[in-house]
């Protein structure tokens, strides 16, 4: 009897685990990643383990089409009708994995799963982080203003002066981080890392910590909690000392921007301030918010509670607008610095600008909308958005409740895990002829029909109610801090090494460096380029 009952357990088991996932389940239809990939997920996590997930999606996609099965419940999607737009435009929520971007134990905007709490808080921020809010405030000039006339362009004419070096990949960390805060928090209680070396390397370190031991948080939240809960870290001690120190150098900032937000706007004596735009206005939401029921206003009454809310929503927007923005401009400085002939273009069009952004001239600069305009500037930014993308790898969803199909997949039954990732859609040779090249070109001369459809695949911020909130201040950031170096400087590669991107979901260059030489433009607004 006993005998007989292991038997039948052994059949069902090997029924449900390797049979009916292999042969009978609607995946079954769609091609396997690898062999193993119908019956076991111990292949995609070993590739995920091992740091080879987006290149190993690609090739699979590559050999295989728009749609591939990654393990026995989950596929991986390559194509617009019937993928992205189906997915991220169709309201399919977010898988777990998103639970590692939660701070101080409590969700954020990016790190909540289900679309409507989701749609409660960006509602609670959109406008001021609108193109058109974003291109006309204040604060977002003054901010930009200081920053570039005060701290980057005078490192770089230092530099320029000197004939020194400059470690642009770090730079770029200070000088997008002092974007992001001073926005955030206001200019007088931003990060000014730009400026202050020591705290830039400080935070830069701690950063770069927390982002090397995502695997089993991320994969395997609850193995994870478990063997830690019995004395088994499989993080090591100190990735959480790093995490503490930034959740409390952004409480600190948080602080700041309290005792700040009845601060006039603009210039006060010496002193450059401007208001804290974004936490003010999550603030002034969460008071709003609260007052609408019964339990929330219990709630808001926890001060401690409602402060750790915001500061876990705000130090995710400090992460993601430095991390991404940096690793762009990197690549963007190293793109124009190895391609004279767009070098020189880029300048001339920087010729144009009025007032101009050279240094030692008034501080005046032009307005944001002027900026936009620039073609091949805007040409410049896409395509390095496009080749070098800084967040290349999976976004993951899981399929609702009614079946869906995807990429002429069988109807999907709910709780499947899919997910599309930039790299492998920006690639595209339909959309990008001669994908692997940088070439801005292909923006600068294409024709309506044809920038239509490189935007259908363009997902360097996603898509969707979930695409990046901060699109439009990146966008912004990212073309002053062009025009402003290209407008003064010629750069030139001193030492690339290591310039491919790692295989992560975040990708910066394999050595965390880019050497540039800056040669100050002898005339850059006057006769013919230097």
Known sequence: MLTSLVIAGIGYGIYKYIIYPAFYSPLAAIPAAHFTASWSPLWILWVRYSSIEVQTIHKAHVKHGPIVRLGPNEISVNCVDGGIRTIYAGGFEKWSFYDQFENYGVPNMFSTKESKPHSIRKRMMTNVYSKTYVQSSKEAYLNTRSILFDRLLPVLDASAADESPIDVYELNYATTMDFATSYIFGLSNDSNFIQDVEMRKKYLSWHFKRDEHGFWFQELPRFARLVQGIGIRLVPQWVDAANNEIEAWLLRMCKRAQQATDTPDGYTGMEKVTRPVVYRQLSEAFKKSAAKSEEEEKAAKEVASEEIHIASELLDHVVAGMDTSAITLTYLLWEVSRNPRQQKALRNEMRQLSPSLTVGKSPNMPGARCIDACPILHAVVMETLRRHTAIPGSQPRITPSTSTSLAGSPPLPPGVRVSAQAYSLHRNEGAFPDAERWNPERWFWADEKKKDEMMRWFWAFGSGGRMC?????????????????????????VDDTG?????????????DQLQLKFTRLKDPYHGEDA
């Open 469 to 493: 909130i901060g699109s439009n201040f990146a966008m912004q950031e990212l073309k002053y801090v062009t025009a402003a170096i290209y407008s003064n400087f010629e750069t030139s590669i």
């Open 499 to 511: 310039m491919e991107q790692v295989d992560s979901y975040t990708a910066g260059p394999v050595e």
